[in-house]
């Protein structure tokens, strides 16, 4: 069993689309991901000081999320990122962020302005690569 913390810009026109499904758990039934990618989807946070939706995906494919990438998350989602973390760590990591669902989460305010475009290069070597999928470089 991997887990991974993962990272994407959501597609703001999107979004409203993407929560109605989780609400409606048009996922929840696909074989073999949709529990877990609903489930992780619903406690997305939105990290201000990269623009980016963050969680934590439990996922066994190779690369990671290819199926979940396919079906779902590349339409809603892009530049998604994946670092390998011990079950629970990634959502440690990112408790203290606000949830991707909370109303205007993704529009900032003064003390975190909305980012654009940014990267973000975690420090945290001993939890593995960060895997850009775009370029499939792994660092």
């Known amino acids: 069993m991997a887990f991974y913390l993962v990272r994407g810009r959501p597609d703001p026109k999107r979004l409203a689309e993407l ?3 989780l609400v409606a758990g048009a996922f929840e039934g696909w074989r073999p991901f949709g529990m877990a990618l609903s489930a992780s989807l619903e406690r997305a946070r939105f990290d201000h000081a990269t623009g980016e939706a963050v ?3 439990e996922d066994y ?3 990671p999320l290819a199926q979940e990438r396919e079906a779902v ?3 809603y989602f892009t530049g998604l990122t994946v670092q390998p973390v011990k079950k629970g760590e990634g959502w440690a990591r990112i408790a203290h962020l606000p949830s991707l669902w909370d109303a205007g989460a993704m529009a900032g305010d003064a003390e975190h302005p909305a980012a654009g475009g940014l ?3 975690l420090s945290d070597e001993e939890a593995g690569p ?3 999928f775009e370029t499939g470089r792994c660092e």
């Open 19 to 21: 929560r109605e499904k």
């Open 55 to 57: 969680w934590e995906e």
């Open 61 to 63: 494919c190779v690369p």
């Open 73 to 75: 998350l590349d339409h």
């Open 119 to 121: 990267m973000v290069e």
């Open 130 to 132: 960060v895997c850009d």
